[in-house]
């Protein structure tokens, strides 16, 4: 997999996510990354944090790379991706662009471009992120095994139908947000009581990380995991009532109804 090269068309924040992803767990090395975006003096600048190949072209991409990855804005794909479509041919084409679903790209691209469409989430960063992938692409299985190879050592693939994607890129892609926020609410509630600051996020941070872990190795119902902690007229169950008075599932199931409104 360190031979494949990587192009990245849009540098900005999820393209260098995904960028360190695959240099920090090794699928691919530096110098088999490229990329280019609008602005070439800020690129080149991003480029070097690690080490990738700063192109002054969309084209230059393209023709480096052996697996393109569009990683603009929405609004900007028409602009840049059309204009390389041809070039694309012979490409693995990842799209990450939020709603820009097979029919677009199809209705975009030449018929003969293999594409995909994804939305992943900014833990992919570190190795733990979760890439939504829609189930109608036209990658041939071989593409498909290389994508799953590139991509499984840093995220969990999880394949969704396109009436699905914007729910699960919200729930996948919004929720960090969310869950940071939580992070910052248990630990003002650690330090009004007495913990520092610092080791009250590196305790937050370990239990939301060993709370998913342990659902994901062994697949135990949340309302068990729940359960086994709240002894009978224990303090843990008093928290529990604390947050349904308080209204905690509800927050948070208004939340995700805000996201996917759109408004
Ligand atoms: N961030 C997330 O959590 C997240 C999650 C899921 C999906 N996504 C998707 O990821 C994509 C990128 O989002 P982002 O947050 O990374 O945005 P971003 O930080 O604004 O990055 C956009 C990149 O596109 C570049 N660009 C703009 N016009 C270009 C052009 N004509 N040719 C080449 N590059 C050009 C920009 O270059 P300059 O900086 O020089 O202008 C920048 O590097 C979006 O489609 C978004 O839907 C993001």
Same mark, same amino acid.
């Given at each position: 997999?360190?031979?494949?090269?990587?192009?990245?068309?849009?540098?900005? *924040?999820?393209?260098?996510?995904?960028?360190?992803?695959?240099?920090?767990?090794?699928?691919?090395?530096?110098?088999?990354?490229?990329?280019? =975006?609008?602005?070439?003096?800020?690129?080149?600048?991003?480029?070097?944090?690690?080490?990738?190949?700063?192109?002054?072209?969309?084209?230059?991409?393209?023709?480096?790379?052996?697996?393109?990855?569009?990683?603009?804005?929405?609004?900007?794909?028409?602009?840049?991706?059309?204009?390389?479509?041809?070039?694309?041919? @012979?490409?693995?084409?990842?799209?990450?662009?939020? @709603?820009?679903?097979?029919?677009?790209?199809?209705?975009?691209?030449?018929?003969?471009?293999?594409?995909?469409?994804?939305?992943? *989430?900014?833990?992919?960063?570190?190795?733990?992120?979760?890439?939504?992938?829609?189930?109608?692409?036209?990658?041939?299985?071989?593409?498909?095994? %290389?994508?799953?190879?590139?991509?499984?050592?840093?995220?969990?693939?999880?394949?969704?139908?396109?009436?699905?994607?914007?729910?699960?890129?919200?729930?996948?892609?919004?929720?960090?947000?969310?869950?940071?926020?939580?992070?910052?609410?248990? =630990?003002?509630?650690?330090?009004?009581?007495?913990?520092?600051?610092? =080791? =009250?996020?590196?305790?937050?941070?370990?239990?939301?990380?060993?709370?998913?872990?342990?659902?994901?190795?062994?697949?135990?119902?949340? @309302?068990?995991?729940?359960?086994?902690?709240?002894?009978? *007229?224990?303090?843990? %169950?008093?928290?529990?009532?604390?947050?349904?008075?308080?209204?905690?599932?509800?927050?948070?199931?208004?939340?995700?109804?805000?996201?996917?409104?759109?408004?």
């Amino acid at each position: 997999m360190n031979k494949i090269s990587i192009g990245f068309i849009g540098y900005g *924040n999820m393209a260098q996510a995904m960028a360190k992803g695959l240099i920090k767990e090794n699928v691919v090395s530096p110098q088999n990354i490229y990329a280019c =975006a609008r602005h070439y003096d800020k690129l080149v600048h991003n480029a070097k944090q690690l080490g990738v190949v700063a192109c002054e072209s969309a084209a230059d991409v393209v023709r480096a790379a052996d697996m393109v990855i569009i990683a603009v804005k929405p609004y900007q794909i028409e602009e840049v991706v059309g204009a390389l479509a041809h070039a694309l041919i @012979g490409k693995i084409v990842v799209s990450v662009a939020a @709603g820009y679903t097979f029919d677009k790209y199809e209705k975009l691209l030449p018929k003969e471009v293999h594409h995909i469409s994804t939305s992943p *989430n900014t833990p992919i960063e570190v190795g733990a992120g979760i890439l939504i992938c829609e189930n109608r692409h036209n990658l041939s299985e071989e593409e498909y095994r %290389i994508f799953c190879q590139i991509f499984e050592p840093i995220a969990l693939i999880e394949e969704a139908d396109t009436s699905q994607l914007s729910i699960a890129g919200t729930i996948c892609g919004c929720t960090p947000a969310y869950t940071a926020m939580y992070m910052e609410a248990l =630990a003002d509630a650690a330090v009004k009581h007495g913990l520092t600051r610092q =080791a =009250a996020y590196r305790m937050v941070a370990q239990m939301i990380y060993g709370t998913g872990k342990l659902y994901l190795e062994t697949e135990t119902h949340p @309302g068990i995991m729940k359960d086994r902690v709240c002894s009978p *007229n224990g303090t843990t %169950i008093k928290g529990v009532a604390s947050l349904e008075r308080d209204g905690f599932r509800g927050a948070v199931i208004s939340a995700i109804d805000a996201a996917e409104s759109k408004e």
